[in-house]
Structure formats: structure tokens, C-alpha cells
């Protein structure tokens, strides 16, 4: 059974803490994604992959940046928590054939 | 920019409805997607489609690629189909992977 997963569910972090969530796919996909999903605003899109080491801003970059070192492995980085990051974080991964995958969310509360 | 409008947003409805979700979007597109969050869930692909219809179980997604619009119909539907649906679409773009364009859910309700 293919499958994203995302380390943490839930996560609490203080205001300033360098805070990573990691996501890893187990399909070899080529792309992969960041998304934070806010009541009334939906999805929107953090940062993207298509290969390692590479990386695209998205609609909202600011405040975060992104590692991908190895294929199967995508990481957000929240440089500096602030409380307007809390949300939802979704990782997904895609291929241009098999379509996208979505990992269980983790929802972070910057307090 | 795809600007993806679904509708009904919110919808409450009796076990046993047929059900209809709309999605309409503004510019041509390579894919489609339907996305199924349940409450404090995480996301799960529905369908992906570029033309036609595609029907798993009781759920039915079409593709109007001329109008600009899809549907997802939930047939005998079930208490546990509750759940927000969420349409995506994949712009065509020049090169690499530039993500999807969400509609903003709709919130359904099946109640027993």
C-alpha cells in the first residue's frame, strides 16, 4: 500500500523555535509538496520538489524553507515559529501517471 | 492564475440522496482531482481526470472539458461519506511541477 507519512500528528511549539516536520514517500515519486490548509482559505501551496535538491517557492514561501536530500524525503522549515503559522500542514507526492498522494496532515500550534 | 469555484459549500442531506458536488474553473487544465478530507483527517485521492467519467463504488466524477466544469455524484449516499470534497485542478504549465489549485471544499453532511 503506497503512502506518505508525516512524523508528527500533532505538534506544539513556541514562538521562536526552529521547528522541522518531515514528510516521506515510499512510491519513488519525483514530486513533492508543502501545502497549509486554513479554515476559508484552503489549500495553499509552501513549497515544491520534482527532484532532489531542487526546490520552487509557491504561493506562500515566506517564513519557511524546504530540504530534499534524498528522493523519498521532503522537510519544512519554520526558521523562526510564529503564531500566525499555526495550521494545518499537508504533505503530498505525485507522479505525472499515478497522480497525487496525500499524507495525514500535521496540525502545529504555535503558542 | 486557475480560479476554482465548488459548489454547493455547504450541504446537508438524508441517507439514501443522491448527491451532487460542482466544480467550475477558469482556465484549460491537464487533470482534475477529487479530494475526500474526513473531520481531523488527512486527504485522500478520489479520482484524477482528464476527459470523460470514472465511477469506483458508489461514487461518480465527470468532466466537462469545453465548459470548464466537473461534478462528483455519491449515489445511496451514506452517513459516512460526511466528509469535505475537494475539488483540484493541475494547470498546464511549462515545465516541472507547479502543484494544484484548490476550490475551497464543500462541507457534506449525511445524516441518518
Known amino acids: 500500500d503506497v503512502k506518505v507519512t508525516q512524523s508528527s500528528r500533532y505538534l506544539v511549539k513556541r514562538t521562536g523555535e526552529k521547528v522541522f516536520l518531515e514528510c516521506v514517500q515510499d512510491?519513488?515519486?519525483?514530486?513533492m509538496f508543502w501545502y497549509r490548509q486554513d479554515p476559508g482559505l484552503g489549500l495553499r501551496l509552501i513549497y515544491f520538489?520534482?527532484?532532489?535538491?531542487?526546490?520552487e517557492k509557491g504561493d506562500i514561501p515566506e517564513g519557511y524553507s524546504v530540504s530534499r536530500e534524498k528522493k523519498e524525503r521532503f522537510s519544512l522549515i519554520l526558521e523562526s515559529a510564529s503564531t500566525n503559522q499555526t495550521s494545518m500542514y499537508l504533505c503530498?507526492?505525485?507522479?505525472?501517471?499515478?497522480?497525487?498522494?496525500f499524507g495525514s496532515g500535521t496540525r502545529l500550534t504555535v503558542v | 492564475k486557475n480560479e476554482v469555484e465548488q459548489s454547493p459549500q455547504n450541504l446537508t442531506a438524508q441517507e439514501g440522496e443522491f448527491i451532487t458536488i460542482n466544480c467550475s474553473y477558469s482556465v484549460g487544465i491537464s487533470a482534475l482531482h477529487w479530494l475526500q478530507q474526513h473531520p481531523g483527517g488527512g486527504i485522500v485521492s478520489l479520482f484524477m481526470l482528464s476527459s470523460g467519467k470514472k465511477k469506483h463504488g458508489r461514487l461518480i466524477a465527470t468532466i466537462n472539458i469545453q465548459e470548464k466544469h466537473s461534478s462528483l455524484h455519491i449515489t445511496a449516499s451514506h452517513p459516512r461519506d460526511s466528509a469535505v470534497y475537494i475539488c483540484?485542478?493541475?494547470?498546464?504549465?511549462?515545465?516541472?511541477?507547479?502543484?494544484?489549485?484548490f476550490g475551497k471544499g464543500t462541507h457534506l453532511i449525511i445524516q441518518p
Open positions: 512510491m519513488d515519486h519525483e514530486n
Open positions: 483540484a485542478v493541475l494547470s498546464y504549465s511549462g515545465g516541472g511541477a507547479d502543484g494544484l489549485t
Open positions: 503530498a507526492s505525485s507522479s505525472d501517471s499515478y497522480g497525487y498522494t
Open positions: 520538489s520534482y527532484d532532489v535538491k531542487m526546490k
